[in-house]
C-alpha cells in the first residue's frame, strides 16, 4: 500500500501537515489529484488520495513532495517577507546559513543550467542561479549533473528526504553541500590570509637567497684579493703609501693604522679581477694573455 502520505496541499497554495488544522480541500503534492484527511484512531493520520490512484508514496513521490515541498516553503518566504533559513557545513567546515536574497525566483525541475534539470533552482533579479538544491532519494547526484554544476560554482545542496520528516522542509532546508569549491566567507578569508602568508614567505626566501649570495661573494672577493697579496706581496704603492703613512703616525698607532693601506690598495686588484675570474692562481695566466 506504500507510506501514507503526511503532507498535502491546501486550497491556499500551501503545504499543510497532517497534524494540523486540517479544515481546507487538499491536493497532492505529487499527483495533484483530491485528498482527505485521514484522522482516525486506528491507523496514523495520513492524507489519502479520495480516488484510486498510482501514486502511492513510493520513492518517486517522496523525491517530488521533497522539491516542491521546498520550492513552496522558499516562495511563501519571499512574498511573506520571512526567512527561509537554509543551513550546512561548508567544505571547510563551519556551520554556514545560506540567506535568500529578497525578489529571488524558484525554480523546479527546470533546465537552469541545460542540460542539467535541477530539481529546485534560486534565481537572484539578475537571474543568477545561486542556490541549487538536488533531492537524492535512491541514488546520489549524476557525476554529469555534479560537473556542470561544479563550472558553474553555484552553492549546490543535496538533501536525502525521509517520509517522517519531509514536512521540515516548508520551514527551512538543513541540506549538505555539494560542490566542495565553494566556499563560506570564512573559509575566503582563510584562504586569502593563507595566500599573504605563503606569498611573504616566497618573499623572505627570495630576499634571504639574495643576501646570502652577496654575502659569499663578498668573502670570496675579499679571499681572493687576500690571495693574491700573498702571492705577489705588497704592490710598490702600497710600500710608498704605508711609507707615508708611517711617517705620517708614531709608535704604536702603526698597528692599529695598517689596515688601512690595504683598503686603499682596493681599486687596483680589482682591474685585474675580470680577467682572471675563477682562476685562484693568481695574475699568471693574466701576464700571457
Ligand atoms: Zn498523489
Ligand atoms: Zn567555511
Excluded at 501537515?17 to 486540517?22: G, V
Excluded at 630576499?207 to 690571495?227: F, L, M, V
Aim: proline content about 5%; overall charge positive.
Amino acid at each position: 500500500m506504500g507510506v501514507l502520505h503526511p503532507l498535502a496541499l491546501n486550497n491556499r497554495g500551501q503545504v499543510e501537515r497532517i497534524e494540523e488544522r486540517c479544515r481546507s480541500s487538499y491536493t497532492c503534492l505529487v499527483c495533484e489529484e483530491v485528498m482527505i484527511a485521514r484522522r482516525g484512531e486506528v491507523r496514523a493520520w495520513h492524507f489519502a488520495h479520495k480516488n484510486v490512484t498510482n501514486c502511492v508514496g513510493g520513492e518517486g513521490e517522496l523525491h517530488k513532495i521533497a522539491w516542491r515541498t521546498i520550492a513552496l516553503g522558499i516562495k511563501s518566504a519571499i512574498a511573506g517577507d520571512r526567512d527561509y533559513p537554509v543551513t550546512f557545513g561548508c567544505p571547510g567546515g563551519h556551520p554556514t546559513e545560506f540567506s535568500i536574497p529578497n525578489h529571488s525566483t524558484v525554480k523546479t525541475n527546470k533546465q537552469v543550467l541545460p542540460p542539467l534539470r535541477g530539481d529546485v533552482s534560486v534565481l537572484d533579479t539578475d537571474g543568477k542561479l545561486v542556490l541549487a538544491v538536488e533531492i537524492v532519494v535512491t541514488h546520489d547526484l549524476d557525476p554529469k549533473a555534479l560537473a556542470i554544476y561544479r563550472r558553474s560554482n553555484t552553492l549546490v545542496l543535496k538533501y536525502a528526504p525521509k517520509w517522517a520528516t519531509v514536512g521540515e522542509l516548508r520551514n527551512g532546508l538543513r541540506g549538505e553541500v555539494v560542490v566542495d569549491r565553494w566556499r563560506c566567507h570564512e573559509c575566503l578569508q582563510k584562504a586569502e590570509r593563507e595566500r599573504i602568508a605563503v606569498e611573504n614567505k616566497a618573499k623572505r626566501e627570495v630576499e634571504e637567497r639574495e643576501t646570502a649570495r652577496i654575502e659569499s661573494e663578498r668573502i670570496a672577493e675579499n679571499k681572493r684579493i687576500e690571495d693574491e697579496k700573498l702571492i705577489q706581496g705588497p704592490s710598490w704603492k702600497d710600500v710608498i703609501v704605508a711609507g707615508v703613512v708611517v711617517a705620517a703616525v708614531v709608535g704604536e698607532n702603526l698597528l692599529t693604522e695598517k689596515p688601512k693601506p690595504k683598503r686603499k690598495s682596493k681599486p687596483k686588484p680589482k682591474k685585474a679581477r675580470k680577467s682572471s675570474v675563477g682562476n685562484k692562481k693568481g695574475y699568471a695566466p693574466r701576464k700571457r694573455s
